[in-house]
């Protein structure tokens, strides 16, 4: 199985709970993500492309491999910080 989806990294749970806020009041995901986001994806909108399962930590594949497609989940926290992920497809 391969998923692809997108996410946002940033330092903290409350950071990542008012970013979640912002999305869901409607600002756009990839702009948040160009705005917010620490990982070096986020100047593609956090776009993470297509991967299979054990290519991401193991926090993120749980999510990326059984969320509902399209519905932003999170906080996820990982050694890296916490997440806003979003899966954009799943073959």
Do not use: W
Request: with cysteine.
């Amino acid at each position: 199985m391969k998923a692809s989806a997108r996410h946002i990294l940033v330092p903290t749970e409350d950071e990542c709970l008012d970013v979640k806020k912002q999305i869901e009041g409607g600002s756009d995901f990839a702009d948040m993500a160009r705005a917010f986001s620490k990982c070096p994806s986020g100047r593609q909108g956090g776009d993470l492309g297509e991967f299979g399962r054990g290519a991401m930590v193991p926090e993120f594949d749980a999510v990326v491999f059984s969320a509902p497609i399209g519905e932003v989940q999170g906080p996820v926290k990982t050694q890296f910080g916490f997440h806003l992920l979003e899966v954009t497809a799943r073959t």
